[in-house]
């Protein structure tokens, strides 16, 4: 059995591009399938840039006075309470703790706070 394959086009032959109108969906009674469903915005909505209203508070003064990190659940004593990833103090929420820090989450918004320092009576930077 012998199968012989031959090209569609060769080099030499002519394409042809057909082109077709635009559809426009002309029933008159039926919702037209074509058109967006959400709504339109009366006017252009602008990007909300920076912080605005209860948002624009700044993360609230906390201490860092130790970390536990490397194992299976790294934990973090912040203001004299043990912590760890998903818990929360002064509506700040951990997401992280790791040797460089602690990674949390405030009014939608990502702050790192750095590990306690060695020297003593210092306070953490944020």
Known sequence: MFVIILPLFSQEDEVE???RPPLKYEASDLKDPFED???KPD???KPITGPV???AATLPAMEVQGLVWGGSMPQA???GQVLKVGDTIKNVEILEINKDGIKVLYNSKLY???PPSSAPGSTSNR
């Open 17 to 19: 591009i057909i082109k």
């Open 53 to 55: 209203g209860p948002a």
């Open 37 to 39: 469903a959400l709504p």
């Open 77 to 79: 004593i912040i203001d």
């Open 43 to 45: 006017k252009p909505v």
């Open 112 to 114: 790192k706070l750095s």
